[in-house]
């Protein structure tokens, strides 16, 4: 994939959804997949585990990256399984770097879990910590049909919007 010091042609439409404009920025720098491009507008450095994670998105975005934008930006659920893929990717390079003990392990599985339920996701209602690690357990099962290619819809996923445990 290609860095691209810029922001993504879809934006104002992600703006609008997540209303980015909100979160802290030196806390919140997101980056974004689109096609076979990295946009990186705010600059920051990007980790192995998180190129890795945008590859994954870019990979299953395929030749219609604005078709999977809109869906990702209209649909909770499917943004859920794109994200649990990309997060069981970036687990598994972490791992494979900085996992050499159970204890270590346990640290990046709850990295990572935290992660799957940021506030910039924009999960109605917000996703539950142990619902993310719940998900991030299956994800890691299921790990080779998840990389390679798009879960049929709905997946064996729970609509976090379904979900009645959720906050
Ligand atoms: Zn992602």
């Not at 439409?13 to 946009?39: E, S, V």
């Not at 770097?97 to 640290?107: M, Y």
């Not at 990046?108 to 910039?120: E, G, Q, T």
Request: aromatic share 12%.
């Amino acid at each position: 994939m290609i860095v691209r010091l810029d922001f993504p042609p879809n934006y104002e439409a992600i703006n609008r959804r997540f209303r980015l404009d909100q979160f802290d920025k030196k806390k919140f720098k997101p980056i974004f997949a689109y096609g076979l491009f990295i946009f990186n507008p705010h600059r920051t450095k990007i980790p192995l585990e998180l190129f890795e994670h945008e590859k994954v998105h870019s990979a299953r975005q395929g030749s219609n990256p604005a078709g999977w934008w809109d869906q990702y930006l209209a649909d909770d659920n499917f943004r859920l399984i794109e994200e649990l893929a990309a997060h069981v990717i970036e687990y598994k390079v972490l791992v494979d770097h900085h996992g050499k003990t159970r204890e270590a392990r346990r640290r990046i599985f709850h990295h990572v879990a935290s992660r799957l339920r940021s506030p910039l996701y924009g999960y109605q209602p917000p996703l539950h910590y142990d619902r993310a690690r719940e998900f991030l357990k299956k994800g890691l099962k299921e790990i080779d049909k998840m990389t390679t290619r798009p879960m049929p819809q709905g997946g064996t996923i729970t609509n976090p919007n379904r979900n009645p445990t959720a906050p």
